[in-house]
């Protein structure tokens, strides 16, 4: 009994994760506002590794469709402009000598349903990685000794239950970061 309570435990854990990197990943969908985790994948060369963007400068949104870049050495600026240009984000950033500033272009109605099938591809990759800890926890419960067949069909449904909580879950984050790209 305590092995499928660990099993559920585990199962649950993997769960939360895939739904964990799908907030992750839809923060990186831009909306048409200004956000600072829209650079979030960005990395820079700094003394010979590459380093986060966010780990060598201060990114802020002084207004709803603009992002400043304030790099802590001066010298970083034109390889902060040329890190964003090569990150393939759609941004064109502007050097003032002082920072980096990118203006966000609102978006167009095509680009916003690329951007909704982007997120509903995100959405899916969480579904398959949730399916998979149901898979991964089911194969585990039926190698268990010693367990009858009724505990083992109780701890499937329970699994089976986690597992449509959290796709659930996964639709209503969708829900949200669909309307939020599509409201102009």
């Known amino acids: 009994m305590e092995e499928i309570e660990l099993i559920f435990e585990e199962t649950g854990a993997h769960m939360k994760k895939s739904l964990q990197h799908l907030d992750k990943e839809l923060l990186k ?11 979030e994948g960005v990395r820079i060369e700094y003394y010979g590794s590459l380093a986060p963007l966010s780990q060598v400068s201060n990114i802020s949104t002084p207004d709803a ?3 400043a870049v ?42 916003r349903r690329d951007l909704v099938k982007r997120a ?23 190698t268990i000794d010693g367990v009858s067949e009724d505990l083992i069909k109780d701890a499937e449904e329970r699994v089976q239950n986690l597992t ?17 790209i599509m409201t102009v």
């Open 164 to 180: 449509n909580k959290y796709s659930a879950k996964v639709e209503e984050v969708l829900a949200v970061k669909e309307k939020e």
């Open 120 to 142: 509903r591809a995100e959405a899916e990759e969480a579904k398959i990685g949730i399916r998979t800890a149901r898979k991964d926890a089911n194969d585990m419960l039926k």
């Open 65 to 67: 469709r603009t992002l």
């Open 70 to 111: 304030q790099p802590w050495e001066k010298g970083l600026i034109g390889e902060i402009e040329k890190a964003i240009m090569n990150a393939n984000l759609g941004l064109n950033p502007q050097n003032n000598g002082d920072m980096v500033m990118i203006n966000i272009p609102p978006l167009t109605e095509e680009r």
């Open 29 to 39: 969908i831009r909306a048409g506002r200004a956000n600072p985790a829209m650079l």
